[in-house]
């Protein structure tokens, strides 16, 4: 029995989480917290899979219904011919812009496909699109480098989209950056000075980032100077918000030492903004286009580059920035802050043991910092 309007419209979360079918694999999925997700489940190289076309209201019913009909049909072995690759971009921006709070952003992204992708290779087949064709799009407007930068992580995304759609199995457009000139021709130095006009400008930047969960992540790992793989594969289980603490399994760790992170109430601010845009996966990051998985390894980097920060500021940048300030403060302890930072114990068999160790102190380091960083932008 096919879904209708009223009955999408209707449906309330319930204690468990439910889905209302609508035939042909296609069904909504409502979460206990009312988010209500397009999904269909499929089997593909004889594996159950799910795919995800977006929340509504963002994407319609209507909407829901053409994008898995196209999916079907793209991945059946006799069916009509390949999508474009400007179908496929067409598909991949209906999930794309609701992940968007930026207005400005919204508009961008498909007019840079519009002015300087679709003119190319729009109407050509995406399985039949060479690397040498995307190398002479994105070469073609290398005079504007950060344009020609946005365009090349744009083209890879679609691409990213039609493989996790299934309809293509491998694509040229990994990497595509590499092809252009650097943005910035200053020797990178990977983090910035410490002073508040610095810090001020660069959350300044952060907060105008086009995509939510990124701007958010780059704002968590700022207050709590972890490593991109600890926040990566963060995951809700992990987190005590009674205790306000969250604790890093061994096996994402350098040392393999499990790593205590005391919470601040900006950061417990962070992740609860986070929370709004988590499916049903345990993932704290979780990608707003691949849902199930977490952000890619350099989302957060190619972010800050997107931002002007190329050569300025790295992600691993917020480590040497908090190192910085907290050894100038007397009230704190070197080895409260080294042991925050997770480096390397000299001594292998005390660094067994205290994965909690100097806590109260590095409660007060933490909430120190986050206050710090807060004074800085005057927040």
Known sequence: ???????????????????????????????????????????????????????????????ARQINADRKAGMAAQAKAVP????????????????LSNDKHKKQIPSTLEEYVYPDIGDRPIDQIKRADLVAVVQKISRIPETAHRVAGRICSVFDFAQDSGVIENHPAAGLSRVLPSNKVKKPRGCIPPTQGEVKALFAAIDTYEESV??????????????????RGMRWSEVDFANMVWVIPEERMKLRIPHVVPLTRQTVAILEELK???????????SPIV?????????????????????????????????TVLNQQPQ????????????????????????????????????????????????
């Open 214 to 231: 990124t701007l958010l992540a780059l704002k968590f790992i700022a207050h709590t100077f972890v490593r991109t793989i600890e926040l």
């Open 291 to 323: 849902r199930g998985s977490t952000i890619s390894e350099n989302t957060m980097l190619f972010a800050l580059y997107r931002l002007g920060y190329r050569g300025r500021m790295t992600v691993h940048g917020f480590r040497v920035l908090a190192s």
């Open 84 to 99: 474009t690759f400007k179908q496929i971009a067409e598909r991949w921006l209906v999930v794309k812009l609701q992940s």
């Open 1 to 63: 029995m096919k879904l209708t309007i009223k009955a999408v419209v209707a449906a309330k979360p319930q204690d468990a989480a439910y889905k209302l079918s609508d035939g042909n694999g296609l069904y909504l999925y409502v979460s206990p917290a009312g988010t209500k997700v397009w999904r269909a489940n499929y089997v593909h190289d004889g594996k159950q899979k799910t795919a995800t076309y977006g929340q509504y209201p963002a994407v319609s019913l209507a909407q």
């Open 276 to 286: 709004k845009y988590s499916s049903e996966s345990d993932l704290v990051v979780e």
């Open 332 to 379: 704190f302890s070197a080895d409260a802050i080294e042991r925050q930072l997770a480096h390397k114990e000299s001594d292998e068999v005390r660094a067994a043991y205290h994965r909690a160790e100097y806590l109260p102190q590095r409660r007060d380091i933490m909430t120190w910092w986050s206050d710090w960083l807060d004074a800085q932008c005057n927040c």
